[in-house]
């Protein structure tokens, strides 16, 4: 597609249950970002990927977040036993050049 | 280290009027910088950025930001404001040496009076 992709916009989950959240990419972007981002705040870093590989995951807030990426295109964040402090818009980025960010929709995560 | 200060959390201007958005950043080594728009309930938005060439930069819609070392700062203006800037502007300090080091200000919300 022309932009970044991202699936579901709107996830209303239970707390405890599992949520998957996807990001397609700009087709040939190698690097791609997960940011987190709660009400009224600014971007959070969760997770960095060059390829298929994760050489920055430092923003992971807790053992209950992964991410993966596959083909160097798709990447999927998954949040297991959601807890209500989880609730915020997951924002993905891809880029070709360093800071130059383009950004999907978001997903907005609510935990209830 | 790198870091990021957005000096004004909340700017409104009247419509027609000219736009200032602050940004002092800190950086180690020569630095990206980039400011980024966010409308409500939509993603960021390259706006501009500055990557050591001209320090006077111009963007989309009619902002231009200028980078400024003895002061280190990369303020966005724009000569007259329109209702549709009325957004989250955040400034953006990326170095050069690490791709996800990527830091992002806390962020303004520019407000426009009619």
């Known amino acids: 597609g022309a932009g970044v992709s991202q699936s579901p916009s709107n996830k209303v989950t239970e707390k405890g249950k599992d949520v998957e959240l996807r990001c397609d990419p700009i087709?040939?972007?190698?690097?791609l970002y997960w940011y987190r981002q709660s009400l009224g705040q600014g971007l959070e870093f969760l997770i960095y990927?060059?390829?298929?590989?994760?050489?920055?995951k430092s923003g992971l807030p807790s053992d209950r977040f992964s991410a993966e990426r596959t083909g160097g295109s798709v990447s999927t964040l998954t949040i297991q036993r959601t807890q209500q402090e989880d609730s915020a818009v997951y924002l993905c980025?891809?880029?070709?050049?360093?800071?130059?960010?383009?950004f999907g929709e978001g997903s907005r995560l609510t935990v209830l | 280290a790198q870091s990021v200060t957005q000096l004004d959390s909340h700017v409104s201007v009247s419509e027609g009027t000219p736009v200032l958005l602050r940004c002092n950043y800190s950086?180690?080594?020569?630095?990206?910088l980039f400011w980024y728009v966010q409308h409500p309930n939509k993603g960021l938005q390259l706006l501009l950025k500055?990557?050591?060439?001209?320090?006077l930069v111009k963007g989309i819609n009619g902002f231009e930001a200028e980078f400024k070392k003895s002061e280190t700062s990369f303020h966005l203006t724009k000569p007259s404001a329109h209702m549709s800037d009325a957004a989250e502007y955040f400034c953006?300090?990326?170095?050069?040496?690490?791709?996800?080091?990527?830091?992002f200000g806390s962020g303004t919300r520019l407000s426009i009076r009619p």
């Open positions: 500055y990557t050591s060439a001209a320090t």
């Open positions: 087709s040939g972007h190698t690097a």
């Open positions: 950086s180690s080594y020569s630095p990206s």
């Open positions: 980025a891809s880029s070709t050049s360093p800071g130059e960010l383009f």
């Open positions: 953006v300090v990326s170095p050069q040496r690490s791709a996800s080091k990527i830091i």
């Open positions: 990927f060059q390829g298929n590989s994760a050489p920055d």
